[in-house]
């Protein structure tokens, strides 16, 4: 397979669209896994043809042995370069005809080698070429060579039997035709199913990736920009020191400036310098922060720093305290952090925690490691962090079950559809070639259709043929080998219509269904079958030895090209789902980028660089954290950000409206609550009404008034609801989202209520 693995990602509304390569598909890779089974079939089978020409050795036979070489040099040729596929069959079609045109009679070994060289070349136009050339080629060729028989062929040769060559070519046609398409749509199904995985595993990892970068720029704003405002409102130990106060706001303004600008906010680079950023004396113990950090994934680093730098925080707002121990140790592939402060501690099992759970525990969940909380009211606390050094963010989305299941099912259809064409063109063939007549061939056929028959019923709701059929199989194959002999009366006559082919589906169920030790055991008992008819038959005719022996080879060669073209198919197909999972992941960081930017338009919405100028007023003149009047400013910038951070990173589109309505809320002097699930809009029509509802009863309340908002999941969808002020509602156009959203208002005695949802479909 060729191409390469290229960008793969559009959006069209909100739906990720996934753009796979063109080799990165099921129906390549069986076109592929085909076209190359057939061509080093067809190469082999010149090593066959060569050994026929030199057993029935006459003058012309070196000549002959070489273009035998030059077919099998160009088939081999053609597997890297496409280019040659036409001029090898062109050639292979050519030589084909001078076997017939040197075989010394219709009754010559060579030309039963020749026989199966003809159908070979059908098979590979009918199979491999498209449009009219699978009918043309084959067919086209079958009469050229039939033409050439008839001018200088050798003798034998009726007219009945050169139309055998054109009925052979057109059976075979036929058959591909009528079982080839189940194929295609076998591959085109799973294609189409691989490509709807792709899409709703780009759509939802990148949302996933997205809301945990959302949830983390959250926890960022709420470590730095929040607890700064917080600190500076409640005085104490954290703002004692000007020249922290001022760094720490500085770099709290650079945060900001970064989530503005949509770039990462990035957390201090490491341990060392969230220990010297604290206003806390600091006892470090255990060993250097400098070795963990060396050998661990960056989201570990980041993960692990930014959960300490809350502690701290956490410590100089409530633990009474002016220090703290630090402790790291590095065991194999964990690392370990405990935070141990001596103050008035708490109840873990009572005390509000939303903090702690969001910034901490979410943190270390997110790379796979724990947390751990020891404290007791009097009695200090002790937070142990625990974190592999890599992180464990689970599996990426991969393809490689699907790959699996699709290979054994493209196999197990080939099969089916190969062992049921190859008793139906038998059944042609030996009507058309020798009609009126019943002979051993039609019995070898039946005994396969038998089996064929017993297989398929043996293998309902079993993924494996029982050990009973599997022997049935075994013994047909050199059963079957030996009826098809018979048929032509083991090569004394009509050797030209032998069907050696005819059994091969009892070797490929045995191999797909079976086992492969069940398998290996029929070839060897069919080679032995062929050794033994051939030693027996030698005393009578060396050419019937030859004959003999060549009987088995297209069905020794077949199952072993079979063999071949299986794991083929499971290669290409493996490579195919490669090259998705390769396009799925640029797919997912192209979708998952603009789902980061997009959320967060959030911060701008929620005013942060107002938080940010008052952070730059207090870094301009640190002395000033004492003013009363900063200080409310900071309780007022903080509660705003607070209720911004409860607003859940999955709900997008209302989000950015609820955020708007808070900080129309605090312009107006209304109280508002507005929470979100993890629920979003359908799109952002929808959420620009949802959230003009919100918006107008905030303004539709008096000053001091409260407005509560929340959109949550609901029986059949998402729903809104807003309590208002009594007659907040009033004009409000209901019917703005259509007839698939209901709303209604019903009054409260504290107000109005508004209930918005999708109706039921």
Known sequence: MSGSVGLAAAREGDVVTVTVPTDASVRQGLDGSLRRALLVALAVWQGVMAAVVLATWASWAPGLVLLHAGVALLAVASLRRPRLYGPTLA???????????????????LTLAGCWFGDLLYGIGALTLRGPARLLVPVGGAVAVAVLVALAGPPGWEASTRSGLVVTALAIVAAVRAGLPSLWRLAADADAAADRLADDLAEREAVRRASRDAAEDARVVHDTVINTLGAIANG????????????????????????????RAETPAGLDEVLEATALRVRRTGDDPHDWQSRAARPVVEAVTGAVGELLRNVEKHAGVDSVEVQVDVDDDVVRVAVTDAGVGFDPYTVERRGLLASVEQRLADVGGSVVVDSAKGAGTTVALTCPLVAATGSEPVFQAEAEAVAGAVVRRSTWLWSVGVVAVGVVIEAVNRPGRLTWTYAMLALVAGCIVLARLSLRGRPRLPGVVQGVLVCALPTGYLLSLAGVDFGEREVFYYQAIGITPLALLLLVAGGRPAWRASLTILAAASVVTAGVVVTRSTDLAVTALVAAAPGLGFALAWSWYTRLVDDLVRRASQLREQSLTTAIDVAAEREVLRRRRLWSTAELRRAASLLTEVADDPTRV???????????????????????????????????ALGEARR???????????????????????????????????????????????????????????????????????????????GLGEGDLLEVRPRPS
Do not use: K
């Open 668 to 746: 107006t002097g209304v109280r508002l609550r507005a929470r979100t699930g993890d629920v979003d809009a359908p799109d952002e029509q929808v959420a620009a009404v949802l959230g003009g509802y919100v918006l107008h009863a905030v303004r539709t309340t008096p000053p001091g008034g409260s407005v509560t908002a929340g959109f949550y999941p609901g029986g059949v969808g998402p729903q809104l609801l807003v309590l208002g002020a009594t007659g907040g509602f009033d004009g409000l156009d209901l019917a703005s989202l259509g007839d698939d959203w209901r709303a209604s208002v019903v």
């Open 236 to 263: 104490g130990v954290a703002v004692a020191q000007p020249d922290l106060v001022r760094d720490r706001c500085r770099r709290d303004v650079e945060v900001v400036e970064q989530l503005l600008a949509g770039r």
């Open 626 to 660: 004492g003013d009363a009047g900063l200080r409310e400013r900071c309780a007022e910038e903080e509660d705003h950000l607070r209720q911004v951070l409860l607003l859940s990173p999955a709900s997008v589109r209302v989000g950015e409206w609820m955020a708007r």
């Open 91 to 109: 050639v292979a079609f050519a030589v084909w005809g001078l076997d017939y045109v040197a075989a010394s009679s219709i009754d010559d070994p």
